[in-house]
């Protein structure tokens, strides 16, 4: 097949001398794999610092435009309820009421999302490489 013979040669080595070869040279592969893996890593925390530099700026600018949103939706709302509520209310000023109802709101999201947070994940973090890690284990310890 492929154009080419298979024979068993002559020198060919037994499994037991394969083995012997493996586990001599076993260190030598994961070194290999550590220092392919430092490089791999290196590449991706150069593109990780710049998404997450973008990200922490684009937050920045979120949260200035949402405090800003929420000053003028203040404004815009208590200038339509303004002469509409009654005599306690239009002491304290409409604007008082409507920022009051929002911080309101705002700590009733709080609270919610705070209780989402404290939840455990439904899915086991790290589950393949975890697997991955104990199967490597058992097989050096079977080949020992």
Known sequence: MFGRNIEPEEDSITLKE????????????????????????GEASAVLAKKVALLLMAAVMGVFAYFLFWVVAIMLIAQVLQGHLGEFFASLGEWVLVSGVVVVIHAVVLVVLLKMLKRKPDVELFAVTKSELQKDKEWLARNK
């Open 18 to 41: 394969a083995l012997g070869i493996l586990k001599e040279n076993v260190g030598d592969y994961f070194v290999a794999r550590r220092e392919l893996l430092e490089i791999e890593l």
